[in-house]
């Protein structure tokens, strides 16, 4: 595959992978199209799957071995119901699944080690429920632990697995908080690489109150996380951070049978986002990369319910009809722009990725079946 010559980067830059079930599979093409690229990130970090990829990566794991790890794994590796406590303990039982087959599933990845060991460094998101804060270990005062038992903390989604007790805070699952950690992994960094697979794309999940209790918890909780993401990205104010959001959207968290397919997608998205780079990494701040994009309203669709508007002034207003019309039709755009067009009631907002002469309509901004490749 050819692509364009990578310009000069950084000296100092940070790769974060967040969080997103097993979409987060996507991390192990990023990590091939990087090494392809002769990028070698100063410091990883990540959220839940994120940070396992990047724990597996700091302990010195070659992409081929996360690979065959990942195209090996089952449901039965990893999802066993906890009958006993389900039983006997029934609402005070601590989670649904057992926390030992997850733990196996970190123990074969993730180095025995403390983050102080590490060759690189490693910071690992997890939130300490009992205090309600974030706690990122790996970071100084906080690396005297082992690797394992913090990922681990860091992949416990409340209410699937139990917490981990690390050091007196009880911890689980950091995109409780923070799904794509950027903002705590800047430190002493020129630019950085982020890569979102499961935060800020969030396809419709249509007959959610069908799929049960586990179903609607977790679009719930992809529903807070979006939030809370969209924020920190539109207001960031760090260096240069090159985002990279794979198409895996699409995908539900928890799929087994399309992983090389997942795989494939980050290896594609992290070669698209490079190819655009430019010189951006070398900018003193931003989001990059950079797309122009054209905007429209569809007049039959829109309801004049106002609520563009009030997301984004600068771009929207009402007509003398009480229809929603775009100011500026022609933006730039990066990934982390253009959320108010995703809150749309009636997806009234059209966005048509302009590049040179072509024109075509982005598939992020599409309504898809969440539940359509579910395993």
Not at 3 to 21: D, N, Y
């Amino acid at each position: 595959m050819d692509h364009r010559p990578l310009p000069r980067l950084p000296e100092r830059l940070a790769l974060v992978l967040g969080g997103g079930g097993l979409k987060g599979f996507a991390h192990i093409g990023v990590f091939q199209a990087l090494e392809e690229r002769g990028v070698r990130p100063s410091l990883v970090s990540g959220t839940s799957i994120g940070a396992l990829i990047a724990a597996a990566y700091a302990g010195g794991m070659p992409v081929a071995e996360m690979k065959q790890h990942a195209l090996s794994l089952s449901r039965k590796d990893l999802f066993r119901i906890d009958h006993l406590h389900m039983v006997t303990r029934r609402m005070l039982s601590p989670s649904l699944y057992l926390e030992a087959p997850l733990q196996e599933v970190i123990d074969a990845i993730v180095p025995a080690t403390t983050f102080r060991q590490l060759d690189i460094p490693l910071l690992v998101n997890t939130v300490d429920l009992e205090r309600g804060s974030q706690v990122v270990w790996g970071l100084p005062g906080l690396q005297d632990v082992s690797v394992a038992d913090a990922v681990y903390a860091s992949c416990a989604l409340p209410g699937f697995f139990p917490p981990r007790t690390i050091q007196g805070h009880t911890c689980v699952d950091g995109g409780v908080m923070d799904n794509l950690p950027v903002g705590v992994s800047v430190q002493g960094m020129d630019a950085v690489i982020g890569v979102d697979v499961g935060s800020t794309s969030l396809a419709a999940a249509r007959r959610i109150k069908e799929k049960g209790f586990a179903a609607i918890y977790m679009r719930a909780a992809q529903t807070m996380m979006k939030s809370l993401q969209t924020s920190q990205l539109a207001n960031w104010a760090g260096p240069p951070l090159l985002l990279v959001r794979p198409a895996v959207w699409h995908f539900n968290w928890f799929n087994f049978t399309h992983t090389e397919r997942i795989i494939q997608l980050g290896y594609e998205a992290a070669h698209e986002a490079l190819d655009r780079a430019g010189e951006s990494l070398l900018a003193t701040g931003g989001v990059y990369p950079i797309r122009r994009l054209e905007l429209s309203v569809d007049r039959e669709r829109c309801i004049g319910c106002r609520l563009c508007v009030v997301m984004a002034p600068d771009i929207m207003d009402m007509d003398a009809s009480g229809k929603a019309r775009v100011v500026t039709p022609d933006v730039e755009w990066s990934r982390a722009d253009g959320d108010f067009v995703h809150q749309c009631p009636t997806d009234a907002i059209g966005v048509t990725v302009v590049d040179g002469d072509l024109r075509r309509t982005t598939m992020e901004f599409e309504t898809l079946d969440l539940h359509s490749d579910a395993d």
